[in-house]
């Protein structure tokens, strides 16, 4: 395929189509996730638009599409009081986009590669929880002037679940109502054997529930208006009158607050997840794509960090690359580009045209949608499948889920990647060397055999088995396949070369190198 990572007007009408379909799947959830991350809602669409344009039009990847995720939503919503007031939290974002692109230039592209799938996978599952848990007071009624709180233990008391049974208590019979209807309607569009047909195929189920949405309310306006949603229960993006008007829409960083640590904290974190979430998103596009191209991780990190300067300098949320619309895009037949830029623009047309249509949505729509992004991200069956892998897998994954939940995304990342870490090392104590434990004759030779990297880590075991070999054996270490021996293993070996006659061992050393530390030597 010729520009295989540009442009290419050959498929300009496959584009096309992929890009209305998109930016249909796209619109509600940059609305929803503004509405989780507890930041103004045109700040999703802003953040919307420069994924669509400016990060799609200098990435490499030929089908990936960036825009705010869920992924950060308690990140932007924990800073946001954190830092005590959106401006300030739009100077992080434009730190984080500085610090993305210095990564990039830093060839750390590869950064990906150091976490260890069972906390990304945790890390993917909380949030998922979080979404579901925060997003049923909205469903139940609650309205955008009242905030959930991402921390399960709320500063005026109080938890998530009382925050659940306290919305029980308010429930709204009108949002309760569009909101299990939009469930539904999404459960549906999930169905295999709805996919068959063109319509279910094309059309995103989200666009059907903000119609359906906009619908009911409306007939609840004149049919029974105890039912409808109106005010803050309801979409609320400025509408201009004139250009001057659409400009003034967007807010500006605080400049003055960078003598602020806190802004650095969450301009680092911000950075490093950011950066994290879109480079296992194209990972996971390039493997959807018909035409297997790679993106170019590097060039990946330059791109996204010039979309979260940009966004932070003009009122957005941060942004990544988004697996949800990403994927949207291969199924819909996107081939270049050119079909996240068309979303992009599209997205920028419908607040430029029809606000005052989007202003219709009641809020009870975006929470069903969350709570199913929430469900996808969080499935009964990723729980199962890694209890399945064991559990070096397994306990990770569940301890990073849980320490998310009762602290916040960087701690339960960190917790989780200490838990890694141990099964690491244990694996790497373990594995440091062959020697099968079965008995031994008193005529046979026993062999151990180093692995290639023999660190540190490894003298503990190497000590132990060592201490164990029978009185009276024959016994070979060898080093042929090691690169590398660390000098605290080979001090190690050298001693119990120096105290083999004690147990009357016949030791042979097979390219084991010298070792001149000792004392006396």
Request: proline letters at 3%; hydrophobic letters at 50%; a positive charge.
């Amino acid at each position: 395929m010729k520009n295989a990572n540009g442009f290419n007007f050959k498929y300009f009408t496959n584009d096309l189509s992929a890009g209305l379909v998109v930016f249909l799947v796209a619109l509600p959830l940059c609305l929803g996730i503004a509405l989780a991350s507890g930041a103004p809602l045109f700040s999703g669409i802003i953040a919307g638009i420069v994924g669509g344009t400016i990060v799609a039009f200098t990435s490499k990847s030929a089908l990936s599409v960036s825009g705010p995720a869920a992924g950060l939503t308690v990140i932007v919503l924990n800073a946001i009081t954190q830092l005590g007031s959106y401006e300030v939290f739009l100077l992080a974002v434009v730190l984080a986009g500085l610090i993305q692109i210095v990564l990039g230039y830093l060839k750390a592209g590869i950064i990906g590669y150091y976490f260890p799938s069972s906390v990304i996978k945790g890390m993917l599952a909380a949030i998922g929880i979080i979404l579901i848990l925060k997003q049923i007071p909205y469903a139940l009624g609650y309205d955008g002037s009242q905030s959930v709180g991402f921390n399960f233990f709320q500063a005026e008391g109080g938890n998530t679940f009382s925050k659940i049974l306290n919305a029980i208590n308010i429930i709204h019979s009108g949002a309760l109502a569009i909101a299990c209807l939009s469930l539904f309607i999404l459960i549906l569009w999930e169905l295999p054997s709805l996919k068959k047909y063109i319509f279910f195929k094309l059309v995103p189920g989200a666009l059907i529930v903000v119609i359906l949405g906009i619908i009911i309310n409306e007939w609840f306006k004149v049919n029974d208006p105890t039912l409808y949603l109106s005010g803050n229960k309801l979409v609320r993006l400025p509408v201009a009158n004139s250009a001057s008007e659409f400009i003034g829409q967007f807010t500006l960083p605080d400049f003055s607050a960078l003598g602020n640590i806190k802004v650095y904290v969450v301009a680092f974190t911000i950075a490093i997840i950011a950066s994290l979430e879109s480079l296992l998103s194209v990972e996971a596009v390039d493997k959807l794509d018909p035409y297997k191209r790679n993106t170019p991780t590097n060039r990946e990190l330059k791109a996204q960090g010039l979309g979260n300067l940009i966004s932070g300098l003009i009122g957005g949320l941060p942004l990544t690359a988004v697996i949800v619309r990403s994927s949207a895009n291969v199924n819909a037949g996107g081939k270049t580009k050119l079909s996240a830029i068309i979303h992009g623009l599209l997205l920028l047309f419908s607040v430029i045209g029809f606000a005052t249509f989007l202003n219709k949505i009641p809020l009870a729509c975006l929470a069903a949608l969350l709570l199913m992004v929430g469900y996808k991200l969080a499935k009964v069956s990723l729980f199962r499948s890694m209890f399945k892998l064991g559990w070096e897998q397994f306990l990770p994954f569940i301890i990073t889920v849980i320490a998310i939940q009762f602290s916040d995304l960087l701690k339960g990342i960190g917790i989780g990647m200490l838990v890694s870490m141990f099964f690491i090392l244990r694996n790497n104590y373990k594995r440091a060397y062959f020697f099968h434990k079965e008995r031994h004759n008193a005529d046979e030779t026993i062999i151990i055999e180093l692995a290639e990297e023999v660190t540190f880590l490894n003298k503990g075991s190497i000590a132990l088995t060592l201490s164990h070999l029978p009185d009276n054996s024959s016994v070979i270490i060898d080093g042929s396949k090691s690169h590398t021996i660390d000098i605290d293993v080979l001090e190690i070996i050298h001693n119990f070369k120096n105290t083999v006659e004690l147990k009357n061992i016949q030791l042979e050393l097979k390219n084991i190198p010298e070792f001149k530390g000792l004392l006396g030597h």
